[in-house]
């Protein structure tokens, strides 16, 4: 189906490897990366944990893994992480973390995706013999289902020391964190500077097809890279695919920059279309959650008539994600299709 689309706005996961892409994956020097003999998969770990500041990383299928790998490698069964209400974890990863790991999931609120020391020092339960143990948060950056929102750093060391001073270890779902870099000017190594875990997605903006990275300290990565065994995913000649990642990572950072003006060019585009509602000051990355008047299935299926695809998020709300295969012009047709399919939807036709 998304072939015949002009616009694909469902996810930045809907990207195709480029020429440039596909040929330096195709020269990709490769070995078996189960016995750490890969060197294009050594280089872009090198590459990742250079990023995150961390002393090693491992290269893994998805992201989903890497949370769940993390998870694995810092709790016990029966233990306690915290998390946001609405994180990945939470919601879109099967259950992993209790079927996987054992663990219970803790929830708290916020606005966007985020929410402050206090709400974690409330969440930390008191050691005694009846409490399952609190023993990890983890924390999403950009927010998903948050609207793509970037944490602030003082905010993400408040939350990180609550944590630590409980005995808590630190993990960052950082399936998005490039674009948080890029939107902020900050580092990526200051963004994960208070986190035991951290990892980036390759098959998000940055354009890859295929792989995540985890990175930490060599201690934690080499019990990950037991896990990472143990849940089916070492593999053979990967650095195939972990080329699209060295790719991504020399040539698709920066222009990051231009998916964050496009979801800011359709945000304020869509907020002028009678029976739209967009918080334009919510809008800081690649992602523009808006209400509608209308049903969003309804309207979805409208834009695919277009050739636009947008997906639902909810009775009255979608949401569009910018990326690397969206141009201006992709955008002036999405807000054009927005305009006239809520018209048509509206007057009932
Ligand atoms: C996409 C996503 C994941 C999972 O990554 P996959 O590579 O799709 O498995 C985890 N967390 C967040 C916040 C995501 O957006």
């Not at 020269?27 to 990366?33: R, W």
């Not at 002393?55 to 769940?68: I, K």
């Not at 999931?105 to 008191?126: K, N, P, S, W, Y």
């Amino acid at each position: 189906m998304a072939r015949n689309l002009a616009v694909d706005l469902y996810s930045d996961t809907q990207t195709r490897p480029s020429p440039a892409m596909r040929a330096a994956m195709a020269g990709a020097e490769v070995g078996d990366e189960q016995r750490d003999e890969d060197p294009t998969v050594l280089e872009l770990c090198h590459m990742v944990a250079d990023l995150l500041g961390k002393e090693a990383a491992l290269f893994l299928p998805s992201g989903t893994m890497c949370n769940e790998i993390a998870y694995r490698t810092h709790t016990s069964p029966g233990d306690e992480i915290i998390l946001h209400a609405w994180s990945h974890a939470m919601h879109f990863e099967t259950g992993a973390p209790a079927a996987l790991s054992g663990v219970m999931l803790r929830t708290v609120d916020g606005a966007r995706g985020m929410f402050g020391a206090e709400q974690i020092r409330g969440a930390i339960r008191r050691v005694g013999n009846h409490q399952q143990r609190s023993r990890l948060l983890s924390v999403e950056n950009t927010t998903n289902l948050g609207g793509g929102a970037v944490w602030d750093l003082d905010d993400l060391a408040a939350v990180t020391a609550a944590a630590r001073a409980a005995g808590l270890a630190t993990h960052m779902d950082g399936a998005r964190l490039m674009n948080a870099v890029v939107a902020s000017g900050q580092s990526a190594s200051a963004f994960a500077r208070d986190f035991d875990s951290v990892w980036i997605d390759m098959s998000k903006g940055l354009g890859a097809p295929v792989g995540a990275v985890l990175a930490g300290s060599t201690e934690f990565i080499a019990e990950a890279r037991r896990h990472k065994h143990q849940f089916g995913g070492a593999m053979r000649q990967a650095g195939i695919i972990a080329a699209g990642g060295v790719y991504a990572l020399r040539h698709n950072v920066e222009r990051l920059a231009e998916d964050h003006d496009n979801a800011r060019r359709l945000a304020e585009g869509i907020s002028k279309v009678p029976g739209v509602h967009v918080d334009l000051s919510a809008v800081e990355t690649n992602m523009v959650y808006f209400d509608v008047d209308v049903e969003a299935e309804r309207l979805s299926g409208a834009l695919l008539g277009h050739g636009v695809r947008i997906g639902p998020m909810g009775p009255n709300r979608l949401r569009a994600v910018t990326h690397l295969d969206v141009d201006a012009n992709g955008i002036a047709t999405a807000v054009n299709a927005v305009g006239e399919a809520m018209r048509s939807l509206r007057s009932g036709d």
